[in-house]
């Protein structure tokens, strides 16, 4: 297994406060690496400083084999950032803005084949601002492949969408590790870890608690004698929503 992240006691303090505690893992590339735990647990901080964006207070981080510390220029130009949907000219139309996104970029990409591979070919012409929930979240994930990168970066995408908008991100998300990109992504979506994740590390108050992939933790905490509560259905309200209002798109 080639690794294609590999963070070493990693460490950021905001002032006195210790936001990432030392924490190390490797990224496997080609995976789904996911990144969970609660809100403050110091994920937005652990992926903004392998982006670049933020700086480190100590620790190793080498991304494709570049040292973040010598070549973070480098660095930028192999990965795909998210940005926040508020990042957006809401004016320009899709077309307009992978434009500029490549003339920041400087580099080329078939626009019509990105939006079509994000099931937005038809809003080509749409301005950013009259699209739903899930299609601004769709497109942010397309603006992520516009300078061809070896990994992208995914900071809650899916949060405030509703199930059917959530499913159609997840495969859109597993297309893209299928063809060869590595993902690493933070949610507080369980469900969503365990569909989508190859691998995930658990975090809490700045530290990694556990990292393994979704069934094997799962594995571990049956054979440690846990049980459920009560008997489970094997069904749940989700499965329920899903059966009666179907797969498909409301917002198209
Ligand atoms: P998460 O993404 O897991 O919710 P964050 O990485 O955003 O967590 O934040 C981790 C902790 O660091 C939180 O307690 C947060 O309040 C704090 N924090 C984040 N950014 C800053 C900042 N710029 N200045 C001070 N504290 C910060
Ligand atoms: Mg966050």
Known sequence: METIISVKDLKKNYGKF????GISFDVYAGEIFGLLGPNGAGKSTTL???????????????????????????????????????GFYPGLNLLELIDLFCGLYN???DSMQLLEMVNLKDKAKNKYKEMSGGQKQRFSIATTLINHPR???????????????????????????????????????????EQLCDRVAIMDEGKII????????????????FERPKVTKSANLEDVFINLTGKDFRED
Not at 18 to 21: G, I, L, R, S, T
Not at 154 to 178: F, S
């Open 18 to 21: 210790e936001a990432v505690k």
């Open 48 to 86: 903004e400083i392998i982006e670049t964006l933020r700086d480190k207070t100590s620790g190793k981080i080498i991304v494709d084999g570049l040292d973040l510390d010598k070549s973070p220029e480098k660095i930028k130009k192999i990965i795909g950032v998210q940005l926040q949907t508020s």
């Open 107 to 109: 580099t080329k990409t």
């Open 151 to 193: 990994i992208i970066f995914l900071d809650e995408p899916t949060t405030g969408l509703d199930p059917q908008a959530r499913r159609n991100l997840w495969e859109l998300i597993k297309t893209i590790r299928d063809k060869g990109t590595t993902v690493i992504i933070t949610t507080h979506y369980m469900d969503e870890a």
């Open 210 to 225: 556990a990292l393994q992939s979704p069934d094997k933790l799962i594995d571990d905490l049956v054979a440690s004698g």
